[in-house]
């Protein structure tokens, strides 16, 4: 099935998303993660793999309680901005789930106008171009 929660799940996936091998060592085709988020339009530049929903993209806590600081998820894989912030800097995005429709938002807490990805498809963020703030996975 792979990895991948809804939103209210949100509070235990945090370290995951941050620290897991799938978001950063493993190829975007072999990660078990099914949403990856590109730097650059077209599926280039740097990019991260993300197996659960995002509540802030400049703040993804890691076990969901407070800590120091804000934790940053961060582009990786080389290329076109590799180690800048997701948020507010992401052009196109990769959906390999077989059932869900992965949703970038426009602001936090999956809020705002949306960029939705079908099933098993890419797509250049139109909507969210450069001002995207969360992720989730939904159903119609």
Same mark, same amino acid.
């Given at each position: ?5 809804? @939103?209210? &799940? ?12 799938? &978001? ?10 099914? !949403?990856?988020?590109? !730097? ?25 309680? @407070? ?19 997701? =948020? ?7 959906? =390999?789930?077989?059932?869900?429709? &992965?949703?970038?938002?426009? %602001?936090?807490? !999956? ?12 797509? %250049?963020?139109?909507?969210? =171009?450069?001002?995207? &703030? ?7």
């Amino acid at each position: 099935m792979g990895a991948f929660m809804t @939103p209210s &799940a949100h509070a235990n996936t945090g370290f995951e998303n941050q620290t897991s091998p799938e &978001a950063c060592q493993r190829s975007q085709a072999a990660s078990d993660f099914k !949403y990856a988020i590109y !730097y650059n339009s077209n599926y280039g530049g740097a990019y991260r793999n993300i197996g659960y929903s995002v509540w802030d993209f400049a703040d993804e806590r890691i076990g969901g309680a @407070p800590q120091g600081g804000t934790q940053p998820l961060k582009f990786c894989h080389g290329g076109n901005g590799d180690l800048q912030g997701i =948020k507010n800097n992401a052009a196109s995005v990769k959906n =390999k789930h077989s059932t869900y429709y &992965a949703v970038t938002y426009y %602001n936090s807490g !999956y809020k705002g106008s949306a960029d939705w990805s079908s099933p098993r498809s890419q797509t %250049n963020l139109s909507v969210t =171009k450069n001002e995207n &703030a969360s992720f989730a996975w939904q159903t119609l």
